[in-house]
């Protein structure tokens, strides 16, 4: 399975614009830029969207564990917090913080803990990131 996205950049990195477009078209010519990035400009940025896809993973990754171990979540509610801070001459991405809240019927706090920790190790965005990963799950 390949997933497929394409930015185009026009000008230089602090006046320059750009637009991002993905495959499904869920994103298609979305604006990115400096301002988008670095300030509060409206438009979307790298690291809006890599917390968006580890949300995402790490959640469907713990729905499935959730199933395998026999219990159906009523909710599960997921904040991926994404840090970029400066290193070197460029900038890194140091860490994803997970804020997983959820509702799952007949299940105790250590199974939760547990299911969720696997979750987390296992996603394939959490495997592609080079960065600290925490994870905050409440059961509840």
Known sequence: MIRKAKAVWKGTG?????QLSSESG??????????????????TNPEE??????????????????????????????EAAVTLEP???GFKISKSALTL??????LDEAGFAKIAGEA????????????????????G
Not at 14 to 18: K, N
Not at 101 to 106: F, L, Q, S
């Open 14 to 18: 602090r006046d320059g614009t750009g």
């Open 26 to 43: 869920v994103l298609a010519e979305t604006p990115y830029s400096f301002k988008t990035r670095f300030e509060n400009e409206k438009g």
């Open 49 to 78: 969207l890599i917390a968006a896809a580890h949300a995402g993973c790490f959640t469907m990754a713990l729905a499935f564990g959730l199933q395998m171990a026999g219990f159906t979540p009523d909710e599960l509610s997921t």
């Open 87 to 89: 290193e070197g001459k």
């Open 101 to 106: 809240r959820a509702k799952v019927p007949n």
């Open 120 to 139: 987390e190790k296992n996603c394939p965005v959490s495997k592609v990131l080079n960065a600290e990963i925490t994870l905050d799950a409440k059961l």
